[in-house]
C-alpha cells in the first residue's frame, strides 16, 4: 500500500502517518494539492489521505481529468458532519475525524487494499500449488495464475511477490478489465504531456511504477488484443515507449504476474488472445481450484473471517456451530472465497446466540441457510424445525424493498455511517450502495452520515 498523505491537520496527519506505517503502508507526505499531484503522476500511489482544508473537489476533479483512478480519504479534526457530507458530496471515499484512531486508519487501508487479506489455507489442494509457487517463486519467470472470479488469484501473486527475490521492490496491481481500452495504453505505459485530450502532464505508467519489483496484470484476457502486441514487445525487450514520447524507449526491470478466470488456450483459437503472449506469460502456470474442491480450506477461512470481523466490528467473537459449518462447506459458493467471506461478516452481525448458527448464515441476496442447503451436495432438505427461526422474525408479511431499504440502513449505522465498511459487509460496490442512499435520501428515509452512531439499530 503506498500512500501519499497531503496537508498537516496541526500535526495531527504525521500521527496518522506512523499509524498507517505500523500497518505496513509505505507513506509520502506532501503539503498541498499541487504536491500531491507532482507525486502521484512521478511515483504512483494506492491512497491519498488529505486535510479536509485542502482543495479536495479540484484535486479529484484534476484526477478524473488526468484519468488517475488513485481513492481519496478526507481527514478533519473532530467529528465534523458538514465538513465529512461536502468531502463526500466532493468524491472522497471516507472521511476519518482526527486525532486518528489506530482501528480506523487500519480499517479504511484494508478496505481500499485489494491485497491486504492474509493468506490462508489448509487444504490438500492448495498445499499442492502452494509447494509449486514456493518453488518458482524466486526465479524471474512469468507466472500465469488461472481459476474462477474469487479464488484468490490476487492473493496468490501477493505471495509469489514477497517469496521472491524482490519482495522488497515494488508491487504494482493494474486492472484489465477495469480500465477502458482507450486509457490502458497510458495507464501501463504512462505518457507525455500534450499526448492526448487531458494529459496535461507527463505520468509514468504501471510498468515505470513497478520497475525493480512486480507487476501483476490482472484479467489479462480482458485486454484487446490490439495492445497485446505492444504488450509483447514491452515484455520482450524490457522496454516501453509512453504515450505520446518522442524521447526514446524506457528501460524497465520488471517481473511479470498474470491472472485470468478464463481458459487462455480457448480464447487463442478465438482469436481474442495472441498466442505468443499466452506463450510468453505461461512459463509457469498455478491453477487455483475452486473453493467447492477445497473442503479444509472453507473450513479454516470460515474460523478465520468469524474472528476477524468480531474484532473488526468490536464484538465478542463467536465459534461457528458445527451445523453450520456442515452448510457452508457444503455449499458450491459459485462466487468463491469472496463470497464466503461476505457471508461470514453478515453471519457475525446477525448471530444473536453464543454461536453462529445455520439460521445465521444468508446468501449475499437476503436468503436464508435454506437456500443454501438446497444447492448441496448430499444434504438433507431443510426442516419445518429448521425454519421456525426465520419464518417467526419480523419480515413476514413485508415487501423485499423494505426489507433490503432497513438492513442497508441498520447495517450503515453499525458502521457509523462508514460507506466503504457498509458495503463491504452487504456484499454490494460502494456505488451501488450510494444509489440507494440518494433514493431513500430522496423518499425522506434519515440516512447515518459518516461518523453517526448505532442508536436505534436492530443489527447492536
Known amino acids: 500500500m503506498r500512500l501519499i498523505i497531503v496537508g498537516t491537520l496541526q500535526g495531527q496527519l504525521s500521527t496518522a502517518s506512523r499509524i498507517a506505517m505500523q500497518q505496513g503502508a509505505q507513506?509520502?507526505?506532501?503539503?498541498?494539492v499541487d504536491g500531491a499531484l507532482n507525486l502521484i503522476r512521478s511515483k504512483g500511489a494506492d491512497l491519498l489521505m488529505v486535510d479536509i482544508k485542502q482543495d479536495i473537489k479540484g484535486l479529484i476533479e484534476n484526477l478524473k481529468t488526468e484519468r488517475i483512478s488513485t481513492p481519496v480519504v478526507a481527514c478533519g479534526i473532530g467529528s465534523n458532519p458538514d465538513a465529512a457530507v461536502r468531502a463526500i458530496r466532493a468524491g472522497a471515499k471516507e472521511y476519518i475525524p482526527l486525532p486518528p484512531d489506530p482501528d480506523m486508519i487500519a480499517a479504511v487501508l484494508t478496505a481500499i487494499s485489494d491485497d491486504d487479506h492474509e493468506f490462508i489455507y489448509r487444504d490438500r489442494a492448495m498445499m499442492k500449488v502452494v509447494s509449486l509457487a514456493d518453488q518458482v517463486?524466486?526465479?524471474?519467470?512469468?507466472?500465469?495464475i488461472s481459476g474462477e472470479s474469487g479464488t484468490g488469484k490476487e492473493v496468490m501473486a501477493r505471495y509469489v511477490h514477497n517469496k521472491s527475490r524482490r519482495a522488497q521492490k515494488p508491487y504494482v496491481s493494474v486492472n484489465c478489465a477495469a480500465i477502458p481500452e482507450n486509457l490502458l495504453e497510458s495507464e501501463l505505459f504512462g505518457h507525455e504531456k500534450g499526448a492526448f485530450t487531458g494529459a496535461v502532464a507527463r505520468r509514468i505508467g504501471k510498468f515505470e511504477e513497478a520497475n525493480g519489483g512486480t507487476l501483476l496484470l490482472d484479467e489479462i484476457s480482458e485486454m484487446d488484443i490490439r495492445l497485446q502486441a505492444k504488450l509483447l514487445r514491452a515484455i520482450q525487450e524490457r522496454e516501453i515507449d509512453r504515450v505520446g514520447g518522442s524521447g526514446g524507449?524506457?528501460?524497465?526491470?520488471?517481473?511479470?504476474i498474470a491472472t485470468t478466470n478464463r481458459n487462455l488456450h480457448e480464447e487463442v483459437k478465438k482469436g481474442t488472445f495472441r498466442e505468443d503472449l499466452l506463450f510468453r506469460l505461461n512459463v509457469v502456470n498455478l491453477n487455483l481450484p475452486p473453493l467447492r474442491e477445497r473442503p479444509e480450506d472453507t473450513r479454516a477461512l470460515c474460523k478465520h473471517f468469524a474472528r476477524k470481523y468480531a474484532e473488526?466490528?468490536?464484538?465478542?467473537?463467536?465459534?461457528?456451530?458445527?451445523e453450520a459449518m456442515k452448510v457452508l462447506i457444503n455449499h458450491d459458493w459459485p462466487g468463491n472465497v469472496r463470497e464466503l467471506e461476505n457471508t461470514m461478516h453478515r453471519a457475525v452481525l446477525l448471530a444473536s446466540g453464543p454461536e453462529i448458527t445455520k439460521q445465521d448464515i444468508l446468501l449475499p441476496d437476503g436468503r436464508p441457510h435454506m437456500a443454501i442447503q438446497s444447492s448441496t451436495r448430499g444434504t438433507d432438505t431443510a426442516s419445518p424445525r429448521d425454519t421456525e427461526p426465520f419464518a417467526a422474525s419480523s419480515h413476514i408479511g413485508r415487501t423485499v424493498a423494505d426489507v433490503e431499504r432497513d438492513l442497508i440502513i441498520d447495517t450503515l449505522k453499525h458502521c457509523l455511517g462508514n460507506r466503504t465498511h457498509a458495503a463491504n459487509i452487504l456484499g454490494i460496490s460502494i456505488r451501488t450502495l450510494r444509489n440507494k442512499l440518494n433514493q431513500y435520501m430522496a423518499e425522506g428515509v434519515a440516512v447515518p452520515s459518516p461518523g453517526e452512531g448505532m442508536e436505534n439499530s436492530s443489527l447492536s
Open 137 to 144: 517463486a524466486p526465479s524471474e519467470a512469468s507466472i500465469l
Open 312 to 322: 473488526f466490528n468490536g464484538l465478542e467473537p463467536k465459534p461457528v456451530s458445527d
Open 27 to 32: 507513506v509520502m507526505h506532501v503539503d498541498d
Open 249 to 256: 524507449p524506457v528501460k524497465v526491470d520488471i517481473r511479470i
